[in-house]
């Protein structure tokens, strides 16, 4: 049987991977996407003719319920979110609404349509914040530190409640921080390999960071996607901790980018209070055990890998000069 889904923020870093992986697995897939949202679709560009995309609005529960029934998805993955921490301090109220309550009104209108629906919550290990105990797994206690970590956490909670109470089949991954050449360039590691590439080809000559020790689980955002995947097909649903299981620190990330470039980054990287987080989280580092064991899932990308992949597709996307040195990077 041909199985369809539906993907909420098909448009972001991980919805696009998302849907390439379930093209090739066979699936009919169907994405949501906003009336006015950033518009940028270039993610999808590749496989946009392949894609069915409808207009709908997440905070509309009855436009959703409408949405799900002409659709008549198998799997609904829920990806769409306000996903950048400084804006959930800025804008805490548009976060609460777009990444916490959005999820319940999914989820009550997957209950109104068709319970059998299966629905794959995009939770995070921001959830976990002021972690007592590092490396995190299932049963770790939920601080979250900062708005976006607590309308996660309701999301994730009321995931749980729709499985225990309802009996949906609801799962929530709970991802740790995942990157790619597709990654949102205000997010560190992008900043880092964006600007270290402009610095090879004389386009930048800094990069202002905030805080070098902060140290997060870095992985691969493609490998991520097949964890989602993995989890709607287990007999009955279960959340899993989803990461490397090692961390790294921002400053180790700007050493293997710039020596990867052959550069000596102290002589461009200035540290600027501006980028430093008020409420930092304390070490976050996946215990990914479970998954392993139950979904068979493990990362193929690892820390100095995806390093090097994010450099090369920004110096590809710099032009002749770009792609000179890449070619001299793979040469030597
Ligand atoms: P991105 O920021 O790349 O993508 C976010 C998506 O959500 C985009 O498609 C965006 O649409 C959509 N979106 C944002 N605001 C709205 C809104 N108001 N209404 C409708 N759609 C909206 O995020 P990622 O792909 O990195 O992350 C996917 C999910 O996984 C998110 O829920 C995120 O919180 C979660 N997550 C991500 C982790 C990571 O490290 N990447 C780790 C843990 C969890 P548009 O293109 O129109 O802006
Ligand atoms: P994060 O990702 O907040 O973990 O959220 P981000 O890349 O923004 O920050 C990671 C760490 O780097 C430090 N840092 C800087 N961060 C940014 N953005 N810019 C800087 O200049 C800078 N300098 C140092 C930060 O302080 C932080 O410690 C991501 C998002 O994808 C969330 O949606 C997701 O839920 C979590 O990962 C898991």
């Not at 069915?52 to 949405?67: C, E, G």
């Not at 386009?203 to 955002?221: M, V």
């Not at 493990?298 to 994010?310: D, I, K, N, T, Y």
Request: proline letters at 4%.
């Amino acid at each position: 049987m041909q199985k369809t889904a539906l993907i909420t923020g098909i448009t972001g870093q991980d919805g696009s991977y998302l849907a390439e992986h379930l093209l090739g697995e066979g699936y009919t897939v169907e994405g949501v996407v906003r009336a006015e949202g950033s518009g940028n679709r270039s993610r999808i560009a590749a496989i946009e003719d392949r894609l069915t995309l409808h207009t709908a609005d997440l905070l509309d529960q009855a436009s959703m319920a409408r949405l799900i029934e002409r659709v008549k998805p198998h799997e609904i993955y829920h990806l769409a979110a306000q996903t950048f921490i400084p804006t959930s301090w800025a804008e805490p109220i548009m976060t609460a609404e777009v990444t916490g309550l959005a999820t319940v009104r999914i989820l009550d209108a997957i209950r109104e349509v068709n319970p059998e629906i299966r629905f794959y919550q995009a939770s995070s290990s921001e959830v976990f914040g002021q972690a007592e105990h590092s490396p995190q797994n299932e049963k770790s206690a939920f601080r979250p530190r900062n708005p976006y970590a607590t309308a996660k956490h309701y999301a994730h909670s009321i995931t749980a409640n729709y499985r225990d109470y309802h009996g949906l089949f609801a799962c929530s991954g709970i991802l740790f921080n995942h990157e790619s050449p597709r990654r949102n360039e205000q997010f560190v590691t992008r900043k880092i390999t964006r600007t270290a590439a402009k610095i090879r080809v004389g386009q930048a000559n800094e990069l202002r960071l905030g805080n070098l020790l902060a140290r997060r689980d870095w992985g691969f955002a493609g490998d991520y996607v097949r964890s989602m995947r993995l989890m709607l097909q287990l007999p009955e649903p279960e959340d899993f901790v989803i990461g490397t299981g090692e961390a790294h620190s921002v400053g180790e990330f700007v050493e293997a980018a710039f020596s990867y470039l052959g550069l000596d980054w102290k002589q461009h990287v200035v540290v600027d209070s501006q980028f430093y987080r008020p409420a930092e989280v304390h070490p976050l580092i996946a215990d990914p055990r479970k998954a392993h064991a139950v979904l068979g899932w493990r990362p193929q990308v690892s820390f100095e890998g995806l390093v090097r992949m994010m450099v090369d597709a920004d110096l590809a996307a710099l032009g002749e000069d770009g792609q000179r040195v890449r070619k001299s990077l793979h040469a030597a």
